[in-house]
């Protein structure tokens, strides 16, 4: 009985890539550096009073887990949606994803913790040491959103979730939880934009290989659809109003690439690319499931004869 559970653990914690094993050692080194010495926080982490002499702080903060929960969380969520969303993006694109997010959240994490000074006077937006790998997962979320958007995950018989909404659910606990504790309310900035930073990421800047587009500029991944169906007139209209004012130089050169002629997108263009992406992404999620039905099946094969030879 004891082997055949060891199979099936072997079977969920395997097809783990390369690059993801790598990174999860890097969490792994950077959280047991700063619980061994403590002084590393000053240099690693992102402490907003002391970014400017400090300035690689912006790169190091998203790869420091100043805490073994955020450690262990941090490394199997990288392992597992990593071995989803890596096959389907690339390896190399996976690793830009991963380092842009990080960056770009620390910076707004950085400017929000100056401004929050400014406002309030209080010296522990200045000095607290702020890190984590949390931005990149609420990160992944949306890149699963993007691609899987009408997978359902059984959390029970009667309770069935679509993962386009697990971004905004999981944000919307973190908020809430925020308001109990004060060391929660710290993860929030690193979370909220790296939920924004990533659908930034995804929605205009994402190369693709196999075409010379950018982004994923469908109707189905608007800023709109992290929020309930009657939000959205509301929503619409603010986030136009960023679109323009953030993305409208990338949205133009897109139109002059060739995105749209008038209001009639052309053939092959981006919505016919996004669909594709969420077919391959669907595929390649099948095929995983497929392999690790059929792997667990031959172990358990396996152990059947071993335990008959074992009676004989």
Request: net charge neutral; with cysteine.
């Amino acid at each position: 009985m004891s082997s055949r559970l060891a199979s099936g653990g072997v079977g969920v914690f395997s097809g783990f890539t390369r690059l993801c094993k790598g990174l999860a050692v890097v969490l792994v080194v950077g959280s047991v550096i700063v619980q061994t010495f403590p002084p590393a926080v000053t240099y690693l982490t992102l402490i907003p009073a002391r970014t400017i002499p400090f300035a690689w702080n912006l790169i190091t903060a998203g790869y420091i887990e100043q805490s073994l929960v955020g450690m262990v969380v941090s490394t199997l969520g990288l392992l597992f949606v990593g071995r989803l969303l890596e096959p389907i993006w690339g390896s190399k694109e996976f690793l830009k994803f991963i380092v842009v997010v990080n960056f770009l959240t620390s910076v707004c994490v950085f400017v929000t913790a100056i401004a929050f000074y400014y406002i309030t006077r209080q010296e522990s937006y200045l000095y607290t040491p702020l890190s984590g790998f949390h931005g990149v997962l609420l990160g992944f979320l949306v890149g699963v959103k993007q691609i899987l958007p009408d997978q359902e995950l059984s959390m029970s018989p009667q309770l069935k979730l679509k993962t386009k909404w697990m971004p905004s659910l999981v944000l919307l606990l973190a908020i809430v939880i925020s308001f109990l504790t004060a060391e929660a309310a710290s993860y929030l900035p690193t979370l909220i934009f790296g939920t924004y930073m990533s659908w930034i990421y995804l929605r205009y800047l994402q190369s693709h290989p196999e075409t010379t587009l950018r982004g994923d500029p469908s109707d189905e991944f608007a800023f709109s659809t992290f929020f309930p169906s009657f939000l959205r007139p509301v929503i619409d209209p603010i986030a136009s109003i960023f679109d323009r004012l953030l993305c409208g130089r990338s949205r133009v050169s897109d139109e002059a690439d060739g995105y749209t002629v008038g209001s009639a997108p052309l053939p092959g263009s981006d919505p016919v690319e996004a669909s594709r992406r969420r077919e391959r992404g669907a595929r390649a999620l099948e095929e995983r499931l497929a392999s690790e039905k059929l792997s667990a099946g031959v172990n358990t094969e396996e152990l059947s004869h071993r335990d008959a030879a074992d009676i004989v």
